[in-house]
T-cell receptor
Framework: GAGVSQSPRYKVAKRGQDVALRCDPI?????LFWYQQALGQGPEFLTYFQNEAQLDKSGLPSDRFFAERPEGSVSTLKIQRTQQEDSAVYLC?????????????FGPGTRLTVL | RKEVEQDPGPFNVPEGATVAFNCTYSNSASQSFFWYRQDCRKEPKLLMSVYSSGNEDGRFTAQLNRASQYISLLIRDSKLSDSATYLCVVEENAGKSTFGDGTTLTVKP
C-alpha cells in the first residue's frame, strides 16, 4: 500500500514569503507528526495530531509556524514570513494509533531552502 | 545538554566487524525507546524497539538500562548495507518523541 507522501519535495522561497507543506498520511492512521531536521542533526519534534485534534504543538519554534489537519487525514504545515533559519527538511510521520510503542512511518520530507 | 545524546561518530569499520552505539537520555519518565535508521537524504525508518529485557533481531541487539538511562545497539557481522545513520529515539509520552542527532556508520569492504 501507499506510504506517507509529502509535497512538494523541494521548495525554494525568498525570505519573507509564506510556504505551505502538505502531508498525506497512510490511510487509516490516526496520528500524524511533523518534525524539522536541520543538516547533520536528528529530527526535532514540531507538533502532533490525533485525528483532527492538535494535541501537542510545543515544538513549533515561533508563531510563524502553524499546522492543521481539518478532516483528520491530510495535514498542512504553514510557515509565514520565512526566515533563513527555517531552511531544513520537514518530515511528516503517521502512526496507526499514536500509543506508546507505536511505529511512526515517515514520508520522504520536504526540503525547504530560504534565500 | 540535549535530552538524547549519542556517540558523536563517525564509525568506520570493515565488513564483518562488530560495532556498538550508545545513547543516553535525560528524562527518567521516558516510556518507550527505539532505534531508527536513516540513509543519506532519505527518511528515518524503524530499525527496532528497545525493551527492558533486551531484544535481538538477527544481527542487531538492543539493550536498555533504565537505572542508568542508557540505550545501546550492537551490530554483529557488519555488512556494507548497514552503512547509514542510526538515530536513538526516546518517547516521553504518546505523541512526543525526541531524537538524538544520530551516529554515522560506514562499513568498508
Amino acid at each position: 500500500g501507499a506510504g506517507v507522501s509529502q509535497s512538494p519535495r523541494y521548495k525554494v522561497a525568498k525570505r519573507g514569503q509564506d510556504v505551505a507543506l502538505r502531508c498525506d498520511p497512510i490511510s487509516g492512521h490516526v496520528s500524524l507528526f511533523w518534525y524539522q531536521q536541520a543538516l547533520g542533526q536528528g529530527p526535532e519534534f514540531l507538533t502532533y495530531f490525533q485525528n483532527e485534534a492538535q494535541l501537542d504543538k510545543s515544538g513549533l519554534p515561533s508563531d510563524r509556524f502553524f499546522a492543521e489537519r481539518p478532516e483528520g487525514s491530510v495535514s498542512t504545515l504553514k510557515i509565514q514570513r520565512t526566515q533563513q533559519e527555517d531552511s531544513a527538511v520537514y518530515l511528516c510521520a503517521s502512526s496507526l494509533s499514536g500509543g506508546t510503542q507505536d511505529t511512526q512511518y515517515f514520508g520522504p520530507g520536504t526540503r525547504l531552502t530560504v534565500l | 545538554r540535549k535530552e538524547v545524546e549519542q556517540d558523536p561518530g563517525p564509525f568506520n569499520v570493515p565488513e564483518g566487524a562488530t560495532v556498538a552505539f550508545n545513547c543516553t537520555y535525560s528524562n527518567s519518565a521516558s516510556q518507550s525507546f527505539f532505534w531508527y535508521r536513516q540513509d543519506c537524504r532519505k527518511e528515518p525508518k524503524l530499525l527496532m524497539s528497545v525493551y527492558s529485557s533486551g531484544n535481538e533481531d538477527g544481527r542487531f541487539t538492543a539493550q536498555l538500562n533504565r537505572a542508568s538511562q542508557y540505550i545501546s545497539l550492537l551490530i554483529r557481522d557488519s555488512k556494507l548495507s548497514d552503512s547509514a545513520t542510526y538515530l536513538c529515539v526516546v518517547e516521553e509520552n504518546a505523541g512526543k518523541s525526541t531524537f538524538g542527532d544520530g551516529t554515522t556508520l560506514t562499513v568498508k569492504p
